[in-house]
């Protein structure tokens, strides 16, 4: 088990940057498999973005392709979402998850994940 603590959402215009950081507390960090999603207000948990523990794997939902970088460093235990050309409707919570054992598993969907951070909340205005 890993807590995870998201930080560096906030207000931006659209055709701006963010850069998300996840921070995570645990001696095996670099084993999991991290992952990014959001929720918009009244809809549904979405997947962002995965990398493996390794980064060798990594898969974007098909509308952040080309703006979003996802990436990792296992020495500070920290997983990054960089967020480029942002619009308003990247506006959501952003949530970092972990898991495990990832072979198997979809990674897109949020019910495979047993970690999960507070969240931290992106508004990108028009």
């Known amino acids: 088990q890993v807590q995870l603590v998201e930080s560096g959402g906030g207000l931006v215009q659209a055709g701006g940057s963010l850069r998300l950081s996840c921070a995570a507390s645990g001696r095996t960090f670099s084993r999991y498999t991290m992952s990014w999603f959001r929720q918009a207000p009244g809809k549904e948990r979405e997947f962002v973005a995965t990398?493996?523990?390794?980064?060798?794997?990594?898969e974007y939902t098909e509308s952040v392709k080309g703006r979003f970088t996802i990436s990792r460093d296992n020495a500070k235990n920290t997983v990054y979402l960089q967020m480029n050309s942002l619009k308003p409707e990247d506006t959501a919570v952003y949530y970092c998850a972990a898991v495990y054992e990832a072979v198997g598993r979809d990674l897109s969907r949020a019910y495979n994940y047993a970690d999960w951070g507070q969240g931290t909340q992106v508004t990108v205005s028009s």
């Open positions: 990398i493996s523990w390794n980064g060798g794997r990594i």
